[in-house]
């Protein structure tokens, strides 16, 4: 699941900044193999706690599962609306502040590589890393937003400016769904909330 929400995210970052369309287009597909991921997780995660009865340990293994899937069901549902954005934006001349999106999403990517990696090897200080990483796109996304929030003398019509107001925000909610990844994995190994 974890490896088709990167995908995912890698093709909106291609139909964003690459103007691919094919890449746009291939999102919702992975999507709907992500949410079939994600339901299946759940159901598991139920049946296990329902009918094994776990320690609290294992228990908390369980819970941590289930809200850390929903995270990344929801980073997927982003980079499906990236895509949609994408192919909204197209037709516009880029946007001189695409640069600075461009590594904002870059860095997206890498908080999420960071917090799957510290999920597969259960590294609690990896997942703590992810929380520190989301300042740099918290701030990106405050500076990009004073940036459009603040044009003047826009000659033309405004959607550009609006759409990309909206990149922005997914990609920052996305940074904080893969923060929440990493702070699951710390309470998974130590049991304590971050």
């Known amino acids: 699941m974890g490896a088709l929400v990167e995908q995912a ?3 909106s970052h291609a139909a964003l900044f690459s103007h691919d369309l094919e890449a746009a287009k291939e999102i919702s597909s992975l999507d709907k193999r992500i949410d079939q991921y994600y339901r299946q997780i759940e159901l598991d995660c139920v049946a296990l706690m329902t009918l094994e009865a776990p320690v609290s340990s294992d228990l908390r293994l369980l819970s941590a599962f289930m809200q850390l899937v929903r995270d990344l069901e929801r980073i997927g549902d982003y980079a499906e609306d990236l895509s949609e954005l994408a192919m909204k934006l197209f037709p516009y001349s880029p946007h001189p502040c695409l640069p600075e999106i461009e590594a904002m999403s870059n860095h997206t990517q890498v908080m999420l590589a960071t ?7 259960l590294d609690a200080s ?3 890393t ?4 989301d300042d740099t796109v918290d701030e990106a996304h405050e500076r990009l937003y004073q940036t459009l929030a603040k044009a003047r ?14 990149v922005i ?4 909610r996305m940074a904080d769904h893969a923060t929440n990844i990493g702070q699951r994995v710390s309470y998974i ?3 304590a909330r971050s």
């Not at 917090?115 to 090897?121: F, R, T």
């Not at 992810?130 to 990483?133: C, G, N, T």
């Open 9 to 11: 995210l890698r093709l």
């Open 115 to 121: 917090s799957l990696v510290a999920l597969a090897d």
């Open 126 to 128: 990896a997942g703590q």
């Open 130 to 133: 992810v929380k520190q990483m």
């Open 153 to 166: 003398n826009i000659e033309g019509v405004v959607e550009p400016i609006l759409l990309l107001g909206l």
């Open 169 to 172: 925000r997914h990609l920052e």
């Open 189 to 191: 190994v130590t049991g």
